[in-house]
Nanobody, 121 residues
């Protein structure tokens, strides 16, 4: 059974940086396409960034591009989301998700429990 456990969330001020981690157990990382999503209060969950099973291709939403970086460390079976220049609008619960190697973000079917990120102005 594949499990995803996020960590690294917390309180930050505008302009700060945070790094989220997602540890994968039950499968080796290079067999999973993975991504980070977020859900703010009163809003639908949205994708933030994705990375292919090989790690060769990353994609970002407009809100994340240039500020956030998704990466993976296969040796640690962990993916990361480095978030720089945080804004209050980034406040949300951030989720790590995974799918089969060729899955698109809408096909991810394995989810972590989420980690809260709160950014104050």
């Amino acid at each position: 059974q594949v499990q995803l456990v996020e960590s690294g969330g917390g309180l930050a001020q505008a302009g700060d940086s945070l790094r989220l981690s997602c540890v994968v157990s039950g499968r080796t990382l290079n067999t999973l396409a993975m991504g980070w999503f977020r859900q703010a209060p009163g809003r639908e969950r949205e994708v933030v960034a994705t990375i292919t099973a090989t790690g060769g291709v990353t994609r970002y939403t407009d809100a994340a591009r240039g500020r956030f970086t998704i990466s993976r460390d296969n040796a640690k079976n962990t993916i990361y989301l480095q978030m720089n220049s945080l804004e209050p609008e980034d406040t949300a619960v951030y989720y790590c998700a995974a799918g089969h190697p060729f899955a698109t973000s809408s096909e991810y079917d394995i989810w972590g429990q989420g980690t809260q990120v709160t950014v104050s102005s």
